[in-house]
């Protein structure tokens, strides 16, 4: 018998073997990479190498917070973060003791953790592999990745040059892009453009009346973060339609709907079996949740299914009322928020910003509220933005990505949600063919994808990329068997 190995016939990849991946970003998804690609034993790349500036891998703009006020959306046992193990998270919590520390983490029976606690448990599992050396975390913020001898060239914000054969991208959310209306304010102290930003309440004296833009879950997250510092001060949730995220329902229930038996492949059709399946939960006396659970795991099917002019469609008409239902708010803040209502101190308001007018002492908003278009004045001595990241404007908010679509090698989603990649979740370059050895990792792959925006889900891709990775090692080389006649 004779065995001869071949070059690989893949034309476009560079890579003799995987010896270094880089990933850009050490949140939720590039730490889940870092720790799926260690554990792939001899068939690993030799090192990892993890560019992030925070302290610690795994926490991200997500997680990476020590304000108790700020909780998962969803209960403790659906953080499927680690694939194969669904039950990792709750252990954790029990186990570290964090979930004795928090009294107030269990509504109904579920656990609804510190958010700050799901960064610790992530940080957790990274750690050894970073111990190890099999993982390298370079505290840095990625300035240029480009292409140098075959190879990528990352470069770091503080000196660091690394040569990676594979690069992921795992940078996240872009911070959000406030509306143009409120242009005039812009290096006013007064006018807090980006939440995730450490410093950002600071300036906020107790009883400042403060015009919140947004009123989707990191609105709430305001809200909750302003009163745990003692704000006592009257809020208004501004929108276009004036609806707060919904709450989770109590107790455990299946999702209900099978949106896979005839696929719909239009967003009216859709709407149709989504109102169909409500129905049914309604009559069967289950919580609505259940068909939005549903929707939420068929989600990437559901999505794949739809031609681009519906999936424009779906995005047009339907997404605010979706995310609505899809992004529900814990119960501890469905209490605040009720009882910040109640009190008169919150209130939401649906409409359009017509007007800003920056004072000495304090800012005038005119807004043409809805239904009727009646103009309301409100009178405030801070405005934040809370409208959620821009994933439409993610390539042009970072020098790297930008210099990457620069060359050809990133194109934006066609459908303003972030990143085009293909099915392998490989970059799309301008030609349209994927880039083998650059990857598209977490939210910002939400374009081809839909549904990548939890944690399970952004689990499950992270594993399938490793998958890619690790079959890139034998990729390169063919070994051809010649038996003989
Ligand atoms: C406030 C908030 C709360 C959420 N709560 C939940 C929840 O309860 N349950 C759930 O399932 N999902 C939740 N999500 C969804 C969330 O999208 C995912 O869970 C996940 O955290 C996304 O992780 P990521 O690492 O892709 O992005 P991010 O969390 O945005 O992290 C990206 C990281 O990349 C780094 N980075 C960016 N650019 C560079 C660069 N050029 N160089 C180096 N590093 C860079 C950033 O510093 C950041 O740490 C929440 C999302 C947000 C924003």
Known sequence: MLRITLPSQKQVSPVSAISRVAIIGGGFTGATLARLLALHGRYRPHEIVVFEARDHLGGGLAYDTDDPSLRLNVAAHRMRAVPGDPQAFVRWLSDSGRLEQDPGAVVSGAIY????????????????????????????????????????????????????DVVVLATG??????????????????????????????????DDKVFVVGAGLTALDAVAALRNRGHCGDLTLFSRTGHLPQPQAAGDFAPHGDFLI??????????????????????????????????????????????LVEQRRVLRHLRRRFEAHRFRMPPQIAELVACERAAGRLRACAGQIIAVQPGRDQIAIDIATKPR?????????????????????????????????????????????GIACDADSRAVARDGYPVEDLFIAGPLARGTFGELTGVPEIAAQAERIVQQIVAMSFATTRTITIRPM
């Open 173 to 206: 959310h872009p911070a959000p892009t406030p509306p143009d209306v409120l242009a005039g304010l812009s290096g006013d102290p007064r006018f807090v453009r980006n939440l995730s930003r450490p410093d950002a309440l600071h300036a906020i004296r107790p």
């Open 262 to 307: 005839g696929v719909p492949n239009t967003a009216l059709s859709l709407l149709k079996q989504v109102r169909f399946a409500m129905q049914e939960v309604t009559q069967a006396g289950l919580p609505w949740q259940s068909v939005f659970d549903a929707l939420r795991h068929q989600g990437q099917t559901i999505w794949r299914n739809l031609p």
């Open 373 to 417: 278009g009646v103009i309301e004045r409100h009178i405030v001595q801070r405005i934040m933005v809370a409208t959620g990241p821009n994933h439409g404007n993610v390539i042009d908010s970072q020098g790297c990505l930008a210099e990457l679509e620069h060359l050809g090698l990133l194109t934006k989603d066609p459908r303003g949600l």
């Open 113 to 164: 953790a510190r958010r700050g606690d799901f960064a610790a448990f992530m940080a957790a599992q990274v750690q050894p592999f970073l111990d190890d050396g099999i993982v390298r975390h370079v505290r840095e913020h990625v300035e240029r990745i480009h292409r140098h001898r075959g190879r990528w060239q990352i470069e770091g914000d503080a000196g660091a040059m690394v040569q990676a």
